[in-house]
C-alpha cells in the first residue's frame, strides 16, 4: 500500500503553483491504478471502481464522501450500476496538489477494505 495513505491532507486555499508533470511523476507511482486526465486545462486525477450492482456502487460513494468530508477536500463522484468515478484535483490551484495523491492512496484503501 502507498505511504501517501498515511499522510494526511494539508490546507490549500490557493496562491500556489499546481505541481508540474516531473512533480506528478514520483507520486502517481504510488497509485498506479490512477490516471492523469485533462479536463480542459485542469489535470484530475481519475480511477473507475467496479461493483457488482448499484447498492454497493453507492456504499462505496458515501465512504469516499465521508473520507472527502473528514479531510475537507472533495472530489467529481459519479455513481452509476456498478460503478463508481472518482477524480481528484485542487480547484483553488485548477490543478493537482499532493493533497489530491493523498486522497487517491486514501481511496483505493477504502476499496482494498471493502466488505
Known amino acids: 500500500m502507498s505511504t501517501l495513505a498515511a499522510e494526511s491532507c494539508v490546507p490549500c486555499r490557493g496562491g500556489i503553483p499546481p505541481l508540474g508533470d ?7 507511482t504510488q497509485v498506479p491504478d490512477w490516471q492523469v486526465i485533462r479536463s ?3 489535470p484530475r486525477l481519475q480511477r ?7 447498492v454497493e456502487a453507492l456504499d462505496f460513494t458515501n465512504r469516499v464522501g465521508a473520507l472527502a468530508e473528514a479531510q475537507g477536500h472533495h472530489p467529481l463522484l459519479i455513481t452509476e450500476w456498478g460503478r463508481v468515478t472518482v477524480q481528484w484535483w485542487t480547484h483553488a490551484i485548477r490543478g493537482l496538489h499532493r493533497n489530491d495523491f493523498i486522497m487517491a492512496a486514501r ?7 471493502r466488505g
Open 107 to 113: 481511496t483505493d484503501r477504502l476499496w482494498e477494505e
Open 48 to 54: 473507475v471502481f467496479r461493483f457488482k450492482n448499484f
Open 22 to 28: 516531473a512533480e506528478i511523476a514520483e507520486p502517481l
Open 40 to 42: 480542459g486545462e485542469i
